[in-house]
């Protein structure tokens, strides 16, 4: 498995548990999730998840980004309910985010900032379409976020 070549060179190279080790997880969980290998995803996220989690608070971008990842992961694997969870907890954090950076930031940093967030809040809005026949509650999330975010740019 050339995937686990590559883990296997960098844990030589890279002190194991290592920032810089989850980084690779991550990358070769992203490669997994590539070729429909989604289990092995899975497990490789959450293995570079619980790395960073020694590193960095919950609300740290990495971490957001490493839930992410695992909750688009879950939903490809059809565990609508943890993905759910999951993607509610980054939304949630990724709003916590933007009101305490939002203040500090001109108008186009904020532009930039809710843009690079985008991909989150639509990933989570298409998983709510997809599974609100199962989670018809699911609607009130995305409403309420819409109505965060909508707003955020006016003057």
């Known amino acids: 498995n050339p995937y686990k070549q590559v883990l296997f060179i960098k844990s030589s190279i890279l002190v194991t548990k290592s920032i810089e080790y989850a980084e690779t997880l991550h990358n070769i969980a992203t490669l997994y999730s590539k070729n429909d290998s989604n289990q092995k995803a899975l497990t490789t996220h959450i293995e570079a998840n619980e790395i960073l989690k020694k590193y960095f608070n919950e609300r740290n971008n990495r971490m957001v980004i490493s839930l992410f990842n695992i909750a688009c992961t879950n939903s490809k694997l059809k565990n609508d309910s943890v993905a759910k969870n999951q993607f509610v907890k980054v939304i949630s954090l990724s709003l916590e985010n933007i009101r305490d950076q939002f ?39 995305v409403y309420n976020t819409i109505l965060k975010t909508k707003c955020l740019l006016l003057k």
């Open 103 to 141: 203040s500090v930031l001109s108008e186009k940093e904020k532009a930039q900032y809710l843009n690079s967030l985008s991909i989150q809040f639509d990933t989570f809005y298409l998983f709510a379409l997809k599974s609100k026949k199962n989670n018809p509650n699911i609607t009130n999330d």
